[in-house]
């Protein structure tokens, strides 16, 4: 039982490879019309790279459901499904753009004949992928809230991009996906997005409380009216769906922050134990030593929207347990 989620994250693996052979088996197409002008497209069965990176990340966040619904959690299968996310978000992903890379080189003059230096950037989207997996994997705070771009979020907005080309009616959305120096920039913001310490909003639940997963569901409800805006309406302005990939990166109500409470006796009270010690340095002959006061120092890690509130929640919890008013006084340091 223990390694049926660990079979789901293999089938996330079997879809990124599908999505990648789907993606090599289409070539670009050179036509010449009777003028003499030469069309240059790739055929339109690249879609199904969409498709299967789109079946890949609905496995990916099963796999994780069915983990905790066996209670099978398990270090191996962490890493599994890294490596399977790799391929999935990062290796494919970085085909479809190496794709649409070669069109917009195509198309250009003297393009069939470019140089192949012009295409290896779109490969940089895999290797930011595999670090940003890898910075995963070593942080121990990104539970329930990630700092950067997860490589799943990247891999379903590039996947998108197939589906703006071929059902766009607007041309100009069309020409920005033919744009080289477009397909560069994104290349670099999806690099920059993943790599960074943005804290970004995970979709995990920790609770069952409405309340605490409203900022959740309502992105998620955000993005499939965009994504069934543009594939039903057949709406040709696409900026939805960058916009709902936008909305998601709002920062997280649920960031990990490490409140430590230093908590000492006051200082018009007696202290016995620092008394005790006082006495005994003074008996080990070191007698340099005037006073010694002993307290606590206590490490909390505290979810909350933002420093301020980590910092709040940090003092009513000193307020209420950790600390007594009466005889005690207590200073808070949050990161």
């Known amino acids: 039982m223990k390694q049926i989620p660990n079979l789901f994250t293999l089938l996330n693996l079997v879809f990124g490879c599908l999505a990648i052979a789907a993606t090599l088996q289409n070539g670009i197409i050179i036509q010449t019309t009777v003028d003499g002008t030469q069309l240059v497209d790739i055929p339109e069965k690249i879609w199904m790279a969409s498709l299967f990176i789109g079946l890949a990340a609905l496995v990916d966040f099963l796999d994780g459901f069915v983990a905790r619904m066996f209670n099978a959690t398990s270090e191996m299968g962490k890493q599994l499904d890294s490596l399977a996310d790799v391929v999935s978000f990062g290796v494919a992903p970085a085909m479809i753009i190496y794709q649409f890379l070669r069109l917009a080189i195509a198309k250009e003059d003297d393009g069939i004949n470019a140089s192949f230096i012009w295409l290896i950037p779109a490969f940089f989207l895999a290797a930011a992928s595999a670090y940003r997996l890898a910075k995963f994997n070593l942080d121990t705070k990104q539970q329930f809230g990630f700092r950067g771009v997860p490589t799943p979020a990247m891999g379903l907005l590039v996947a998108s991009f197939p589906l703006i080309y071929w059902n766009a009616a607007n041309p100009a959305i069309t020409q920005l996906l033919l744009n080289k120096w477009v397909l560069y920039g994104i290349i670099v913001l999806l690099c920059w997005l993943m790599v960074s310490n943005l804290p970004i909003l995970a979709l995990k639940f920790k609770s069952k409380s409405l309340k605490d997963n409203l900022p959740k569901i309502s992105t998620c409800w955000h993005y499939c009216n965009s994504c069934i805006a543009v594939s039903l309406a057949g709406r040709s302005d696409c900026i939805y769906l960058l916009h709902s990939f936008i909305f998601g990166l709002q920062k997280s109500d649920i960031m990990t922050y490490t409140a430590q409470i230093k908590v000492m006796p006051l200082k018009d009270l007696l202290d016995p134990q620092g008394k005790a010690v006082l006495g005994g340095l003074q008996n080990l002959g070191i007698s340099t030593v005037?006073?010694?006061?002993?307290?606590?120092?206590?490490?909390?890690?505290?979810?909350?929207?933002?420093?301020?509130e980590a910092e709040k929640i940090a003092a009513e919890a000193a307020r209420k347990l950790l600390a007594n008013p009466v005889m005690e006084m207590f200073e808070i340091s949050v990161q």
Do not use: P, Y
Not at 290 to 308: C, F, P, T, Y
């Open 290 to 308: 005037a006073d010694v006061r002993i307290g606590k120092h206590i490490d909390l890690q505290v979810e909350a929207a933002s420093k301020e």
